[in-house]
């Protein structure tokens, strides 16, 4: 009777672990928000700045990311106010940063706003990639002294733009070149479509300065793996196979899927099958006490 006991223990043990759901990491981060409706008060200083870095095994279909945001308040033209900046983790890809947006719009107002996104993406059939658009400094730097744009490409209008910035902002008048904007070069993947919007309808009242970069960066690998060589035979010689070259395992399937993770699905088959074994031997031990003890 204590062997069937244990044996019973020993089932539910094993669907415990089987069954157990298993820990998750940070959840989904499908926008960054921050700075938007900001310090509507004149005289106010914006600074706030974004870094997101997304990795994409376009394979196995493993994707994360990792962003950096930090936020910074003061007088307007003065040394910011920072907090300290903050990374997160996510198990899935950063695809929008919406920042700066409907902000600083008292009058005298400086903003500085930076966004930068890397996509790392493997696995794809093809590497090549296109130049991102852009749609920044319409409607905006309106009255005051001319020049007031100063926005790097200019003009750029694209409905629809990947990047866009700088629209509807620094109205009311002011000095030459308050609105310094610029798209570093930057490229765009069908793969991985992030979108990045930021200083729009921004800092209008008069008197006020911005400046706001974006940058999109995509990096694409065909294979996460180099080919096997073989050499070639030559008459008289031994024939040789080049040793495989080997994968980098500095890198886990988290960040770029060199490495390869077994399913959390392998480890709980393999422990029902230990257990129905472990199992079986209990119950076979049970019979045979019990058969020594009849014949006694």
């Known amino acids: 009777m204590r062997v069937f006991t244990l044996a019973a223990a020993l089932v539910i043990a094993i669907l415990g672990l089987t069954l157990a759901p298993s820990s998750g990491s940070a959840s989904a981060a499908e926008s960054i928000t921050q700075c938007n409706g900001a310090d509507n008060t004149g005289g106010l200083g914006l600074n706030c700045d974004v870094t997101v870095i997304n990795n994409l095994n376009t ?14 308040h003061a007088a307007a033209n003065t040394a910011p106010i920072c907090t300290a900046p903050v990374t997160t983790s996510y198990d899935s890809l950063t695809t929008s940063v919406n920042q700066c947006n409907n902000a600083a719009n008292g009058g005298g107002a400086s903003v500085v706003c930076n966004v930068f996104v890397t996509n790392n993406i493997t696995g794809v059939a093809s590497t090549t990639l296109t ?63 992030v979108s990045i919007n930021q200083c729009n309808d921004t800092a209008n009242g008069g008197g006020s300065l911005v400046t706001c970069t974006a940058s999109l960066t995509n990096i694409a690998l065909a294979s996460a793996t180099a080919p096997i060589a073989t050499a070639t035979p030559v008459a008289g010689a031994p024939v040789a196979t080049a040793t495989p070259v080997a994968k980098n395992t500095l890198h886990d399937s988290r960040t770029d899927g060199f490495t390869h993770v077994a399913a959390s699905g392998d480890t709980s088959l393999l422990l029902l099958v230990v257990g129905l074994l472990m199992l079986a031997g209990l119950l076979v031990a049970a019979v045979a006490v019990r058969r020594i003890g009849a014949r006694r």
């Open 59 to 72: 394979t196995t279909g493993v994707a994360s990311s990792v962003v950096t945001v930090t936020e910074c």
């Open 131 to 193: 130049g991102a658009t852009v749609n920044q400094c319409n409607g905006s730097g309106a009255e005051g002294t001319q020049p007031t744009l100063d926005c790097n490409p200019f003009p750029a209008n694209t409905t629809g733009a990947t990047i866009t910035q700088c629209n509807g902002s620094v109205n009311g008048g002011g000095a030459a070149a308050r609105v310094i904007c610029s798209v570093t070069p930057s490229t765009m993947s069908a793969q991985l479509p």
